[in-house]
């Protein structure tokens, strides 16, 4: 496995452990504040775009 897919691996768990947590937050609302649920989603988005746009690098670089 080279460097960009173990970056593209560790990226994409890092989406996960952020859905799962923003997942939690939103069934259990009396323990989160909104400014936290929203502050995971935002996190979320980026990290999603930073993993679709090294897969695209990844696909590009392997063509």
Do not use: H, K
Not at 26 to 55: C, K, W, Y
């Amino acid at each position: 496995m080279g460097f960009v897919e173990a970056i593209l691996v560790l990226i994409l768990v890092a989406v996960v452990v952020i859905l799962v947590a923003g997942l939690f937050g939103f069934a259990n609302p009396d323990d989160t504040s909104e400014e936290r649920r929203n502050r995971l989603m935002r996190l979320r988005v980026i990290a999603q775009a930073v993993a679709v746009g090294l897969l695209a690098v990844l696909v590009y670089l392997t063509r």
